[in-house]
């Protein structure tokens, strides 16, 4: 064989107790589960150790990584084996080329992906779908299921005019189209988004679709029995439960799988999870599949000024500042005595919040011995108020005073426990690949075990695994995956089940274009295989390029 586990703990994604045994994998596959005996190229001992299917991740924006990083860093470190890019109505293809700047635009606005990234990390050898997924299976490592972005199909279909009107009849059929063509090259459904604004702060192209023009292109869907994705209006529980209804009657009347994300549960909201949950469990009683997607960890924004954050988005000064300014408009913004007064005013109600923020990171001699510090305190070492202790710092570090917020937005275990383990959840909106220098993305998964499982028992070891495993693959239609069974695709994850948890210690990940993100691997796992292949290991990552495009049409 290949590969023997031998001794591991079989968490085999079923929900089933879990048991001792060896697993043997040959030619890719899971070939025998029990007392396996024989010689093997390579064996792993997985004494006190879980092994499990490897982990998906419904929810990612990889999209351009892939592209100079086949392995998807730091995904595979986190227990991983497949991930779907191309959520929230865009991804790479199809894309004609005078269409570039306009995407990379977007991808710059919604995910905080710097331009230089794309200037320098991305070589355009592509137009199509069927080539984008060419491109991006050399050298690949972990498995990608693509979804095609609702907002590129009207930009390639309409060019300027999909960022303006509804399409007419003959607009509507061309998409259909181009989106049977993507789906046959191996997308795997389509995204679209209800609530995204480009770089000019107007709506993306998907939030220009009517009602017949969505129906017309889940209507496809259902030729290929593929998946509607939707970022939906998390910010209002109405618009939300109107969702919830219209993707129910896409689902019934065209016999599709549907998902809405992210399902955030806000402190100040307790009651919205249950109102959400209940029209979902009404929807899913008349037969219609609408999943809702829900983060199982807290999230932890990093920024600074010097590169605009969604963070501000809710104070429109600021963000006019950081969005549209250049450097030099900045500082003239934070020095100016009435501007930064009108600043100040603004951002008063989010008070709490500074008061929270530690100081991560400066250049400067004079300000190392503050950082780990929140404003809090080291406006009360300077005699002010946290707002003007974060921008004094700022200007003092030429806009590169790094902040971190930890934890943001943790809320009571008791809500977010049960939400996690209820059957018609789908764990997942992790966004790895995004927010570069912004939100700290992943951690979901050592979250889940060492949070969830181990703290709250609000899921078993069984149920959670299930969950991010089998659960997944069923929902998106990834055939030999999501279970430890013979003859299945041999994506296997073996992880400390004491001490799998998200990583303590943050690190910055390079990027094209002089960039970095900022990460933080899970603590616990010990072995991922992707394809029969190892592809990482507590000791780091290997040079295994197993890594498939789902569903394998190509």
Same mark, same amino acid.
């Given at each position: 064989?290949?590969?023997?586990?031998?001794?591991?703990?079989?968490?085999?994604?079923?929900?089933?107790?879990?048991?001792?045994?060896?697993?043997?994998?040959?030619?890719?596959?899971?070939?025998?589960?029990?007392?396996?005996?024989?010689?093997?190229?390579?064996?792993?001992?997985?004494?006190?150790?879980?092994?499990?299917?490897?982990?998906?991740?419904?929810?990612?924006?990889?999209?351009?990584?892939?592209?100079?990083?086949?392995?998807?860093?730091?995904?595979?470190?986190?227990?991983?084996?497949?991930?779907?890019?191309?959520?929230?109505?865009?991804?790479?293809?199809?894309?004609?080329?005078?269409?570039?700047?306009?995407?990379?635009?977007?991808?710059?606005?919604?995910?905080?992906?710097?331009?230089?990234?794309?200037?320098?990390?991305?070589?355009?050898?592509?137009?199509?779908?069927?080539?984008?997924?060419?491109?991006?299976?050399?050298?690949?490592?972990?498995?990608?299921?693509?979804?095609?972005?609702?907002?590129?199909?009207?930009?390639?279909?309409?060019?300027?005019?999909?960022?303006?009107?509804?399409?007419?009849?003959?607009?509507?059929?061309?998409?259909?189209?181009?989106?049977?063509?993507?789906?046959?090259?191996?997308?795997?459904?389509?995204?679209?988004?209800?609530?995204?604004?480009?770089?000019?702060?107007?709506?993306?192209?998907?939030?220009?679709?009517?009602?017949?023009?969505?129906?017309?292109?889940?209507?496809?869907?259902?030729?290929?029995?593929?998946?509607?994705?939707?970022?939906?209006?998390?910010?209002?529980?109405?618009?939300?439960?109107?969702?919830?209804?219209?993707?129910?009657?896409?689902?019934?009347?065209?016999?599709?799988?549907?998902?809405?994300?992210?399902?955030?549960?806000?402190?100040?909201?307790?009651?919205?999870?249950?109102?959400?949950?209940?029209?979902?469990?009404?929807?899913?009683?008349?037969?219609?599949?609408?999943?809702?997607?829900?983060?199982?960890?807290?999230?932890?924004?990093?920024?600074?000024?010097?590169?605009?954050?969604?963070?501000?988005?809710?104070?429109?000064?600021?963000?006019?500042?950081?969005?549209?300014?250049?450097?030099?408009?900045?500082?003239?913004?934070?020095?100016?005595?009435?501007?930064?007064?009108?600043?100040?005013?603004?951002?008063?109600?989010?008070?709490?919040?500074?008061?929270?923020?530690?100081?991560?990171?400066?250049?400067?001699?004079?300000?190392?011995?503050?950082?780990?510090?929140?404003?809090?305190? &080291? %406006?009360?070492?300077?005699?002010?108020? *946290?707002? @003007? /202790?974060?921008? !004094?710092? $700022?200007?003092?570090?030429?806009?590169?005073?790094?902040?971190?917020?930890?934890?943001?937005?943790?809320?009571?275990?008791?809500?977010?426990?049960?939400?996690?383990?209820?059957?018609?959840?789908?764990?997942?909106?992790?966004?790895?690949?995004?927010?570069?220098?912004?939100?700290?993305?992943?951690?979901?998964?050592?979250?889940?075990?060492?949070?969830?499982?181990?703290?709250?028992?609000?899921?078993?070891?069984?149920?959670?695994?299930?969950?991010?495993?089998?659960?997944?693959?069923?929902?998106?239609?990834?055939?030999?995956?999501?279970?430890?069974?013979?003859?299945?695709?041999?994506?296997?994850?073996?992880?400390?089940?004491?001490? &799998? %948890?998200?990583?303590?210690?943050?690190? *910055?990940? @390079? /990027?094209?274009? !002089?960039? $970095?993100?900022?990460?933080?691997?899970?603590?616990?796992?010990?072995?991922?295989?992707?394809?029969?292949?190892?592809?990482?290991?507590?000791?780091?990552?290997?040079?295994?390029?197993?890594?498939?495009?789902?569903?394998?049409?190509?």
């Amino acid at each position: 064989m290949d590969i023997i586990i031998k001794n591991g703990l079989i968490v085999d994604g079923s929900g089933l107790p879990a048991y001792s045994a060896d697993l043997g994998i040959e030619d890719g596959k899971i070939v025998s589960i029990g007392n396996v005996s024989g010689d093997a190229k390579q064996v792993i001992d997985a004494s006190n150790k879980v092994v499990s299917p490897g982990f998906i991740d419904p929810h990612t924006h990889f999209d351009a990584q892939l592209l100079w990083d086949g392995q998807a860093r730091p995904a595979l470190a986190h227990g991983v084996t497949t991930i779907v890019p191309g959520n929230c109505s865009l991804s790479l293809a199809p894309l004609k080329a005078e269409h570039r700047m306009k995407l990379v635009g977007m991808f710059n606005q919604i995910e905080e992906m710097p331009i230089k990234a794309f200037e320098e990390g991305v070589e355009w050898d592509w137009e199509t779908f069927d080539e984008f997924l060419t491109r991006i299976k050399k050298g690949l490592a972990i498995n990608v299921a693509p979804l095609v972005g609702h907002s590129v199909l009207r930009l390639w279909v309409m060019g300027d005019e999909s960022m303006h009107r509804t399409a007419n009849p003959q607009e509507i059929e061309a998409m259909q189209d181009l989106l049977r063509q993507c789906l046959a090259a191996g997308a795997v459904g389509l995204s679209t988004s209800f609530v995204d604004m480009d770089e000019t702060l107007q709506p993306v192209p998907s939030r220009y679709a009517d009602a017949s023009e969505l129906d017309a292109l889940a209507s496809v869907l259902g030729e290929f029995n593929r998946m509607l994705q939707i970022v939906h209006e998390f910010y209002d529980i109405d618009l939300t439960i109107a969702r919830i209804d219209q993707l129910a009657e896409l689902s019934l009347k065209h016999k599709i799988t549907t998902t809405f994300s992210p399902l955030f549960v806000n402190a100040d909201d307790s009651e919205l999870p249950k109102r959400v949950m209940a029209r979902v469990e009404e929807q899913f009683a008349r037969g219609a599949r609408v999943w809702p997607q829900v983060q199982t960890r807290p999230v932890d924004i990093s920024f600074c000024f010097e590169v605009p954050s969604l963070l501000f988005i809710r104070l429109p000064g600021w963000y006019q500042v950081m969005r549209f300014g250049s450097h030099e408009d900045i500082v003239a913004a934070f020095s100016d005595p009435e501007r930064r007064s009108a600043l100040a005013a603004e951002a008063q109600r989010m008070n709490a919040l500074w008061e929270s923020l530690v100081l991560r990171q400066v250049n400067s001699d004079a300000n190392q011995a503050l950082v780990g510090k929140t404003l809090k305190e &080291i %406006a009360e070492m300077r005699g002010t108020s *946290t707002v @003007d /202790v974060m921008i !004094d710092l $700022s200007l003092e570090e030429d806009l590169q005073a790094h902040f971190l917020s930890s934890n943001m937005g943790h809320i009571d275990d008791e809500v977010i426990g049960p939400l996690l383990a209820h059957p018609h959840v789908h764990i997942g909106a992790s966004d790895g690949g995004a927010h570069i220098l912004s939100f700290a993305t992943y951690g979901d998964t050592g979250y889940l075990f060492s949070h969830f499982v181990k703290e709250c028992e609000a899921l078993t070891l069984e149920s959670a695994v299930k969950k991010i495993t089998s659960d997944t693959a069923l929902i998106w239609g990834m055939p030999d995956r999501g279970l430890l069974r013979e003859g299945y695709i041999a994506d296997v994850t073996v992880f400390d089940p004491e001490t &799998i %948890a998200r990583g303590e210690e943050y690190y *910055t990940q @390079d /990027v094209p274009g !002089d960039g $970095s993100r900022y990460v933080r691997d899970a603590l616990g796992i010990d072995t991922v295989i992707v394809g029969g292949s190892v592809a990482y290991t507590s000791d780091g990552y290997t040079d295994a390029a197993r890594g498939e495009i789902i569903p394998g049409a190509v």
